[in-house]
Structure formats: structure tokens, C-alpha cells
């Protein structure tokens, strides 16, 4: 994660970045060409932490056009 997610976002889908290279992130790719990649779900924020858990179930959810 580029920023540290807060403890209210526990449960919340997480998804690959499509703008940082290995990043995770809360919110899905939305530009043309981009692709959709839900990793899991968030697990374990703190909201102090950058390095949190994640409940791993990856999907292609779609390519954008």
C-alpha cells in the first residue's frame, strides 16, 4: 500500500495498482486500458501500518476498453 489503510477499512476488497508497479491498493483501476485485478480482501490494518494482511483470493475481474 502506498498509505497506510485505516482500521475501518478491514474487510474492503483490495486491488493491484495499476499506476505503482507491485502496489496494492482500495480502489479499482478505472481508466481505459487498464486491467482489474481484486487480490483479497483487507485483513489486519491498524491504521498505522503500511504492512497489513490480506485474505488472498486472486480474480481477473476484467480489461478495460
Known amino acids: 500500500f502506498g498509505s497506510v489503510p485505516a482500521t475501518t477499512s478491514n474487510g474492503q476488497k483490495v486491488y ?21 485485478v481484486e487480490l483479497g480482501r483487507l485483513k489486519g490494518a491498524n491504521g498505522s501500518d503500511a504492512t497489513v494482511t490480506i485474505f488472498l483470493n486472486v480474480d481477473l475481474i476484467v480489461i478495460l476498453a
Open 16 to 36: 493491484l495498482s495499476a499506476s505503482v508497479s507491485g502496489e496494492a491498493t482500495l480502489t479499482p483501476p478505472s481508466s481505459s486500458g487498464n486491467v482489474v
